[in-house]
């Protein structure tokens, strides 16, 4: 069979090779207290899928599986090693910063509210955004009132803060 019609990286790995490892972020591993408690609660899982998976059949399937949650144990061990915890209560609220709620209104005066998170917390769908996205870049350090450019390839769009808060 051709190696075109076969998934390479699985091909790799029943060859021996472990899965290629998740790339960790270069930027620093800034997390609010709920992104550190869901890394300890995802090494938990991982761990308990694993004890699971290792003391079952000895096939293909379980061996794949194995291998893709120690990489992804690896992933999650490292970004908890790396966290840095940011309590929001310890912020300036006067001032859009790390684990900030921001209430924003665009050019149409449509509202939209935005939560300024790490990177493993972040989820579009939510409205959970990573601290180096662009829009959160272009909301941290401005205040009530301010009006910010967000640069998107889509267009950019004018945004007025209307109100920031910080979760207890």
Same mark, same amino acid.
């Given at each position: 069979?051709?190696?075109?019609?076969?998934?390479?990286?699985?091909?790799?790995?029943?060859?021996?090779?472990?899965?290629?490892?998740?790339?960790?972020?270069?930027?620093?591993?800034?997390?609010?207290? +709920?992104?550190?408690? @869901?890394?300890?609660?995802?090494? /938990? $899982?991982?761990?308990? =899928?694993?004890?699971?998976?290792?003391?079952?059949?000895?096939?293909?399937?379980?061996?794949?599986?194995?291998?893709?949650?120690?990489?992804?144990?690896?992933?999650?061990?490292?970004?908890?090693?790396?966290?840095?915890?940011?309590?929001?209560? +310890?912020?300036?609220? @006067?001032?859009?910063?790390?684990? /900030? $709620?921001?209430?924003? =209104?665009?050019?149409?005066?449509?509202?939209?509210?935005?939560?300024?998170?790490?990177?493993?917390?972040?989820?579009?769908?939510?409205?959970?955004?990573?601290?180096?996205?662009?829009?959160?870049?272009?909301?941290?350090?401005?205040?009530?009132?301010?009006?910010?450019?967000?640069?998107?390839?889509?267009?950019?769009?004018?945004?007025?803060?209307?109100?920031?808060?910080?979760?207890?």
């Amino acid at each position: 069979m051709s190696r075109a019609f076969v998934n390479e990286e699985r091909f790799e790995q029943a060859g021996g090779e472990e899965l290629v490892d998740r790339p960790i972020s270069e930027h620093p591993n800034y997390v609010t207290p +709920t992104g550190a408690l @869901e890394l300890q609660t995802q090494e /938990a $899982t991982l761990v308990a =899928e694993l004890n699971k998976l290792k003391d079952a059949h000895d096939d293909t399937f379980s061996k794949d599986k194995v291998a893709e949650i120690e990489r992804d144990l690896r992933y999650v061990r490292a970004r908890l090693d790396s966290v840095i915890l940011v309590d929001p209560k +310890t912020q300036n609220h @006067e001032t859009v910063l790390f684990g /900030a $709620t921001v209430e924003v =209104e665009d050019e149409e005066g449509n509202r939209h509210a935005f939560h300024i998170v790490g990177e493993d917390e972040a989820d579009a769908t939510i409205n959970k955004v990573s601290w180096v996205s662009p829009l959160a870049k272009s909301l941290i350090g401005h205040k009530v009132g301010d009006t910010v450019n967000w640069q998107r390839p889509a267009g950019n769009v004018n945004l007025e803060i209307l109100d920031i808060h910080y979760e207890s």
